[in-house]
């Protein structure tokens, strides 16, 4: 193998696959990079038996080649090149990397040990990736990290006909977020549950471009999910198992007696602020009322403050209390200038979404529903 590739595309081509190869592989070979290049182009790909991540970038290509090398190594090694571009060759023991005068000599990996990458399944249908990057980040954020319970630490995607419907919880908090697509098969309807961490990590890094969406057979434990464009693959083995029905817990129309409208930036300054005296287990406290939205932190004899916010209200005042951190991730997720919250009874969840403006109204698109705390008496 000989190629030249600039230096920044194949950094980057080469961190966005490295960042799926695991920290502590299970079999050795699994740390590996599989690095091909052929036809004026360089692919590089890595697997864990769990997800795959593929990338094809335009080189000039002297002499064909197929090596497999640590891909952190040559991850870290593409970034500090000092060069704009960066030469690799190699034979069956060593690859070569080299940028001005500095010179890598990687030693190869077995290739015959490497697994096969996983065939994408059968395309469900188009996306544009800016859409569903955008959907993807305002619902990761109520994903649980907790491995113990992997069920949560998924994204639930809902495929109903032209419509898909992201959803995710950890038990505290809920997003919702719905957007149209291009099936196949306009009467398609599945269900699958997406590792959240893997799906925003793909969804960021092929936001540009159109992509396809395939999804294999949900209805075994080694269901698969694909997504191809701009020269970039990768797939995920679906989570296996029952994602709870909370879809019951978004506030109908007719059930809000409390509707709040707030600029978005103020109501975030003003909560980092309040939440700079509020224990990590304790609330802050949101009085609605007479146009003010008074946030209240801290208690007894330890530090507290409170600071008030601006609000249209609409129906009856309301006091509830909130994880600061599960609120500002709410915020930040609306991607939107107007905050609306909409609320039932203080100890039923609240509704969070985003408005573009005063005058608009909210649509069951898109939610962000929050747990309330306990307030202190």
């Not at 994204?155 to 957007?179: C, H, M, N, Q, W």
């Amino acid at each position: 193998m000989k190629v030249r590739v600039g230096r920044e595309v194949l950094a980057e081509a080469v961190g966005w696959v490295a960042k799926g190869l695991p920290s502590r592989p299970s079999v050795p070979i699994l740390s590996g990079m599989l690095v091909e290049a052929a036809d004026g182009r360089v692919t590089l790909s890595g697997f864990d038996y769990e997800s795959s991540a593929q990338v094809s970038v335009p080189a000039e290509v002297a002499d064909e080649g197929r090596y497999l090398v640590s891909g952190r190594l040559l991850a870290g090694i593409c970034r500090s090149m000092p060069r704009e571009s960066v030469d690799l060759s190699g034979d069956a023991a060593r690859v070569h990397v080299t940028s001005g005068t500095s010179r890598f000599v990687l030693q190869t990996l077995p290739l015959n040990e490497y697994p096969a990458l996983p065939e994408l399944p059968k395309a469900t249908g188009v996306v544009s990736g800016a859409v569903l990057a955008r959907a993807v980040a305002q619902v990761v954020s109520a994903a649980g990290r907790d491995d113990t319970l992997p069920v949560f630490t998924g994204i639930r995607v809902e495929i109903r006909g032209s419509t898909i419907s992201l959803l995710a919880t950890d038990r505290y908090r809920l997003a919702l977020r719905s957007f149209e697509w291009e099936p196949v098969d306009a009467g398609v309807e599945a269900n699958a549950l997406v590792p959240a961490k893997l799906l925003a990590d793909v969804c960021k890094a092929m936001a540009g471009d159109e992509l396809t969406l395939a999804l294999g057979s949900t209805r075994t434990g080694d269901g698969l999910i694909g997504f191809e464009g701009a020269g970039r693959r990768a797939t995920s083995r679906l989570i296996d198992g029952e994602f709870p029905k909370v879809r019951s817990l978004i506030p109908a129309p007719s059930a809000v007696t409390t509707a709040v409208r707030v600029e978005t930036a103020a109501l975030v300054e003003a909560v980092k602020r309040v939440a700079l005296v509020a224990e990590r287990s304790t609330p802050v406290r949101m009085t609605f009322a007479d146009g003010t939205a008074t946030l209240d932190a801290g208690s007894g004899e330890e530090a507290q403050a409170s600071e008030s916010v601006e609000v249209s209200l609409t129906g009856e005042p309301v006091v509830m209390g909130f994880n600061a951190g599960y609120l500002l991730d709410g915020l930040a997720s609306i991607g939107a200038p107007v905050a609306h919250f909409a609320f039932t009874q203080p100890t039923k969840p609240a509704n969070l979404t985003g408005l573009r403006s005063p005058d608009d109204e909210p649509t069951d698109a898109s939610a962000y529903i929050l747990m309330p705390m306990r307030l202190p008496t």
